[in-house]
């Protein structure tokens, strides 16, 4: 039989000090957020009046409380409880409504920084413990901490808020800083909460014997200071799929945050999405500080606290730091912040291809199982002496998981650039490693299953980081056009953004397009057909092997 018991001032000196060690295990800027949280969270609450105190004032409330969200956050959360009130808006009801759901799926949901993303869903956890909407909740975070923080914290606003304790006569019968389960006159039966992390399964975490958890929330599980090499991300992701797969039938997930980086597990997620490759069990949802899409009254996130009439005036309510705040932080577009190599500032596009070009093709060829892992980039760089001017002409960066589509996109480009008479001199794979016997293997495979003759393709060797100066020589000096539009189709954001933000291999991993730009250039260079820096080419006698290869 369990015993039942309320918290005493010993229990929450004791959860106090948990508290405190949890703040102090985390980072300072997570100390600094869940301080204000629960600060705001603590301060006094005014009892209700003698009148309000009746029992048929008390039974009508908790009656509209458990058919109304909102009207029960107003109740026992009143406007005079905090610094600036401003009442909950349409993305407020959104948050809720993906709570209330029963599918079974993730839920991933990117909400702009200040716009109470959090604190309503955390609010809408505590509604549901005590109507009873769930008969067990996890709350989670990348570390334990911050998860254990936010039960203490919820017991102790339980504790402290007079108007909640007097209706909802709260029956303990477990409060610690991992788990809490309580009864109440609105849920006789009782809820049990716990806390989870990245590093914590959420295997085996049933209570009663067979309950499985049928909410699972988690918010902080990643931010500025997590890794965001491929692994970590990848297991972050198959962390959350863990979860989803722990819950009831009925059960669902919410991972509230912000798409801060291009790099982060949410921003991997809704990219897959944009591919069609992203497991239906899984739902996406981006909410933009300002979305000119959306109905003229929804176009602010909060029109109620920032009733904005443009981005513009959007932007100097919110006050980001600068665009990459802005792209990542609230609309959930994230950007790569420019490299000293090649800074977007020399970005540019041609209107119009010179009738002089000659150009080369390369690509660091590479697959990966369901096109989820890196990108292959493939460059056209094409050189105009009329213009002293790189362009280039064609591009693709995606992942493949065929050799033969990567192959059939690599000559598919090769051709177009025949079809509008771009003399092609060279095409070249990246040899390193065992990649020229691989590749060599796949070419005449490819050319005997479709019956056809190849090119010749090169292999090479090169070691990027040291031909990288001469190529950002010249980008710096302004000379690479790319095709219009490129920056704004999928393939080509994806590849500037990667040129954009290359610190050389030391620094960064993801460098498939800069490594096939510079890669290009240096085989642009062996056949001499551009002059870089003003150089001429060296002469060299043509031996019957390499005049073959130049055809």
């Not at 090769?414 to 079809?419: D, G, P, Q, T």
Request: aromatic residues 12%; proline residues 4%.
């Amino acid at each position: 039989m369990k015993k039942a018991f309320t918290t005493s001032d010993i229990l929450l000196q004791q959860l106090e000090d948990q508290r405190r060690a949890n703040l102090e295990a985390i980072g300072r800027k997570q100390q600094e957020e869940l301080r204000r949280d629960i600060e705001k969270q603590m301060q006094i609450i005014v009892p209700f009046s003698e009148k309000e105190r009746t029992a048929h004032a008390v039974t009508e409330r908790l009656k509209r409380s458990a058919a109304d969200f909102f009207f029960w956050d107003a109740t026992y959360f009143p406007p005079e409880m905090y610094d600036e009130y401003f009442p909950p808006g349409w993305f407020h009801r959104e948050i809720v409504r993906i709570m209330d759901l029963a599918d079974k799926k993730a839920h991933v949901l990117h909400g702009p920084r200040d716009s109470a993303k959090t604190g309503t869903a955390k609010k809408k956890f505590l509604y549901n413990f005590l109507h009873g909407l769930r008969h067990y909740q996890l709350i989670g975070s990348e570390t334990l901490a911050p998860a254990q923080t936010s039960i203490v914290d919820m017991l102790q606003l339980l504790e402290s808020n007079e108007r909640l304790k007097h209706d909802y006569k709260l029956q303990w019968n477990e409060a610690s800083s991992e788990n809490l389960f309580a009864k109440s006159v609105s849920n006789p039966a009782g809820t049990y909460i716990g806390a989870l992390s990245e590093e914590r399964s959420s295997r085996g975490k049933q209570r009663a014997f067979f309950l499985r958890p049928d909410l699972i929330y988690l918010t902080d599980f990643e931010n500025n200071t997590s890794s965001m090499t491929k692994e970590a991300v990848e297991k972050r992701i198959t962390r959350v799929n863990e979860m989803r797969t722990s819950l009831s039938a009925k059960g669902t997930l919410l991972w509230e945050g912000n798409n801060f980086s291009v790099d982060c597990a949410m921003n991997r997620l809704f990219q897959e999405e944009e591919r069609s490759i992203l497991s239906s069990e899984f739902v996406m949802h981006r909410f933009r500080a300002w979305d000119a899409r959306r109905r003229k009254e929804m176009r602010s996130i909060w029109v109620e606290r920032f009733p904005a009439k443009s981005e513009a005036e959007m932007r100097s309510m919110v006050k980001p730091m600068d665009d990459h705040d802005w792209n990542g932080n609230f609309q959930g577009y994230p950007t790569e912040k420019s490299g000293d190599i090649f800074p977007d500032v020399h970005y540019q596009e041609w209107h119009s291809l010179p009738n002089d070009l000659r150009a080369v093709i390369f690509t660091d060829p590479n697959c990966a199982l369901k096109e989820k892992g890196d990108t292959t980039a493939i460059t056209c760089l094409a050189w105009s002496s009329m213009m002293q001017k790189y362009y280039i002409t064609s591009a693709r960066c995606k992942s493949y998981s065929s050799s033969d589509t990567l192959i059939t996109d690599f000559l598919t480009l090769r051709s177009a650039e025949n079809i509008r008479e771009v003399a092609v001199i060279a095409q070249a794979f990246d040899g390193n490693v065992s990649q020229e016997s691989t590749w060599t293997n796949s070419l005449l495979n490819y050319s005997k299953l479709h019956d056809m003759p190849l090119p010749f393709i090169a292999f090479k060797k090169y070691k990027v980081d040291d031909l990288a100066t001469i190529a950002e020589q010249e980008w710096k000096a302004g000379k690479f056009l790319f095709p219009p539009g490129f920056r704004k189709t999928v393939e080509g954001k994806e590849y500037t953004d990667q040129v954009f933000k290359f610190k050389l291999k030391k620094a960064a991993k993801k460098d498939d397009a800069p490594d096939s730009l510079i890669s290009a250039l240096e085989l642009m260079q062996e056949f001499h057909i551009n002059v870089i820096g003003g150089r001429k080419p060296i002469f060299t006698s043509v031996s019957k092997k390499t005049f073959t290869r130049a055809l």
